[in-house]
């Protein structure tokens, strides 16, 4: 969508995994001193509409990356993280001060990958009463949950595919207040989850319920806050 002729876009990667028309895109180069920092600096003196920067690994690319931000471009990079919530410390651990992380992000979304249960040897299985406690369940409310058996179809592995797990956080006021102040992590989850954000956590309950995927798949491989 946002891929157009009127719109000039430009790409910091490392590497570059698609040759995509229409964009600038640079490959990183650190035996000559070509990192994302470097690059990201060569953009802004181009003063292109959108900035993607593959990843944001120090401080110099998170404040050029800001800098960007607060100056009109539209910015997309990725950081390790644990959730949505938890990018903000992230970056305010990388020394970037608060207020500026507040007012220059206006979304992340974070995700994971699980594998997806093959829909055809799904059947119900039983969940012991740790794990439903876990997900905010007891054995009198909780949805089925499915396992996979294994058939021809899924090569008698019982996953067939992948799905994605997400967590979309929008900012809001009073989200930007809580950034801008310092709030931790926790704080910021619970006032994103006021604002309408849902978890990972329960983003993953969803897909369980409808027999997407596993309770061992989403337990072994989501590290998720509650």
């Known amino acids: ?7 000039n876009i430009s790409t910091a990667e490392d590497p570059i995994e698609y040759d995509l028309p229409g964009l600038c ?20 003196r181009q003063d292109p509409d959108v900035i993607l920067v593959g990843e944001t690994r120090d ?7 800001v800098e960007a931000a607060l100056t009109g471009h539209l910015v997309f990079t990725t950081l390790h993280t644990n959730d949505a919530p938890d990018s903000f410390t992230r970056l305010e651990e990388m020394g970037i001060e608060p207020f500026l992380v507040a007012n220059s992000t206006i979304g992340i979304v974070a995700q994971r990958l699980a594998r997806r ?3 055809n040897c799904k ?17 009198d409310n909780a949805p089925p949950f499915y396992k996979g058996e294994g058939c021809d179809e899924c090569n008698d592995t ?30 910021i989850r619970d006032v994103a989850r006021a604002g309408g954000m849902r978890t990972l956590k329960e983003y993953a309950m969803l897909l369980m319920a409808d027999g997407l995927t596993s309770v061992d798949e989403v337990l072994s491989n ?3 806050g509650s």
């Open 25 to 44: 895109q640079v490959q990183t180069h650190a035996d000559i001193g070509l990192d994302f920092a470097r690059i990201l600096r060569a953009f802004l």
């Open 158 to 187: 019982g996953k067939k595919g992948r799905i994605g797990i997400y967590e979309l956080l929008t900012m809001n006021d009073d989200l930007k207040r809580a950034v801008a102040n310092g709030a931790k992590t926790d704080e």
């Open 123 to 139: 059947v119900p299985t039983e969940v012991d009463e740790t794990t439903l406690s876990y997900f905010g369940y007891r054995k």
């Open 117 to 119: 249960l093959c829909q």
């Open 222 to 224: 989501l590290v998720i």
């Open 1 to 7: 969508e946002i891929n157009s002729p009127d719109i």
């Open 59 to 65: 401080l110099e690319t998170a404040k050029i990356a």
